[in-house]
């Protein structure tokens, strides 16, 4: 489960159904604990309970896009689009159209709020036949959040947000290999200045990424092509709400790859599988009990993760306290299809899991997309397959997107 540090007065507190929502919701929603009174506590913790890795913005992680959405949140190696910034910027190079638009929507935790959502706007342009520019906007509106006093009496009112902006450039740096490189700025006004030490978060961060393409003869009766990708997200700086603070937190670094098969059944059907890994490069919290003989809180298992972002992304692969086995869980697996008829209609599908210990997020998913000449529209709805006490928080998630391709 994914927080956000309210850091606000003593006296001051604040209804923060929204902002808690949408950090329990962004990475996973199960709570945990991690202290313990011996080792025999912290072997029965890591066998049975969880240990969630949380980082600040966690908004840069949710799927932007309804195709992504709809195909178990995948996207390292499927075919390139206008949102392929999110997913893997390397795919710019393949681009078909000279120029191109995409303005995406989605109501956030419409289940629970109704005025929380996530905005998303992009452009792509091919500068050749080998290279090609880009840019997003990322746009998270929290809702109206209330600041009370301690007795509950209201003092303000505010619509705490976050966006990021990104650009790249892309390049063929073969016949079928291409890089990207990629920048970011991420800004985070959660706390609206309410505290004396309080003030915005934010980062600069970096996007590197390859993609490889080509056609195979793997199938006697029709031409496919095979792809595979990877990227690392958000290699950036750490991120603080208060203008004194030592201790900041990891924004949520992201290692994705996978590869992708298009199969052109005829001439009007073709049909592609995608799969998905993921895992977050940051550090694993450790965990923390009393040393029975010193009677002070020590590690009792993992490794200190008060670690810059370089070494912190190094450490990721082996500093869980439960070992490889734990190691493992923090890898996310999204697998999707999508079937296109004439390249005019297409329905699309997918399951994202990700392991009970660290953030238990299961759901199907579901799509559809229409392109008419220069417009192209897609539309996905989530559908939570662990669903707890009759409800969960993901439920009803819909995304919806609007694309305009200019030339070929």
């Known amino acids: 489960m994914f927080k956000y540090k309210l850091l606000i007065e003593k006296k001051t507190s604040m209804k923060i159904r929204n902002l808690l929502l949408a950090a329990l919701v962004v990475m996973g929603y199960q709570s945990f604990g991690q202290n313990g009174n ?48 999110h997913y893997n910027p390397a795919k710019y190079s393949f681009l078909n159209q000279k120029l191109s638009f995409g303005l995406g929507y989605s109501p956030w935790l419409n289940n629970l709020v109704d005025d929380m959502h996530l905005a998303y706007l992009a452009g792509a342009y091919k500068i050749d036949d080998r ?4 840019g997003t906007l990322r746009y998270f509106n929290c809702g109206m959040i209330h600041f009370t006093d301690g007795q509950g009496k209201l003092i303000y009112e505010a619509k705490p947000n976050e966006w990021a902006i990104d650009a790249t450039y892309s390049r063929l740096l073969g016949d079928y290999l291409s890089g990207a490189v990629a920048s970011r700025f991420i800004y985070s006004n959660l706390t609206q200045g309410q505290g004396d030490d309080a003030s915005a978060g934010w980062s600069v961060a970096a996007d590197v990424a390859v993609y490889y393409k080509r056609p195979v003869e793997w199938f006697s009766d029709m031409d ?6 990877a990227s690392i997200s958000n290699i950036g700086s750490k991120v603080s709400y ?35 890994f993921t ?25 200190d993760n008060d670690v810059s972002t370089i070494v912190g992304m190094i450490h990721s692969f082996y500093d869980a306290p ?6 493992v869980r923090e890898v996310n697996i999204g697998v999707g299809a999508e079937y296109w008829y004439n390249n005019v209609f297409a329905v ?14 299961k759901y199907a998913t579901l799509g559809a997309a229409l392109k008419y000449n220069m417009f192209l529209l897609d539309v996905s709805y989530l559908v939570p397959v662990n669903v707890k006490n009759g409800t969960s928080p993901l439920e009803n998630t819909v995304r919806f997107n609007l694309s305009w391709l200019f030339g070929n």
Do not use: W
């Not at 080792?39 to 913005?57: A, K």
């Not at 290279?131 to 880009?134: F, L, N, Q």
């Open 131 to 134: 290279s090609a520019v880009a």
């Open 279 to 303: 895992k977050l490069l940051v550090p694993t919290p450790p965990i923390i009990g009393k040393d029975t003989a010193t009677n002070q809180y020590v590690i009792l298992k993992g490794m």
């Open 322 to 327: 439960g070992g490889f086995s734990e190691e």
């Open 38 to 85: 011996n080792p025999n506590d912290v072997l029965g913790q890591l066998q049975t309970g969880t240990n969630v890795i949380t980082t600040s913005v966690p908004f840069v992680s949710i799927a932007p896009d309804a195709r992504g959405g709809a195909m178990g949140d995948c996207g390292a190696a499927t075919e390139v689009d206008v949102y392929s910034m």
């Open 224 to 229: 496919a092509d095979f792809a595979f990708g």
């Open 348 to 361: 699309r599908a997918g399951y994202f899991n990700e392991p009970r210990m660290k953030g238990n997020r």
């Open 242 to 276: 208060r203008n004194t603070s030592i201790k900041k937190d990891f924004i949520p670094t992201m290692l994705r790859f996978g590869p992708n098969l298009k199969m052109q059944l005829d001439e009007y059907n073709s049909l592609a599988f995608s799969v998905d």
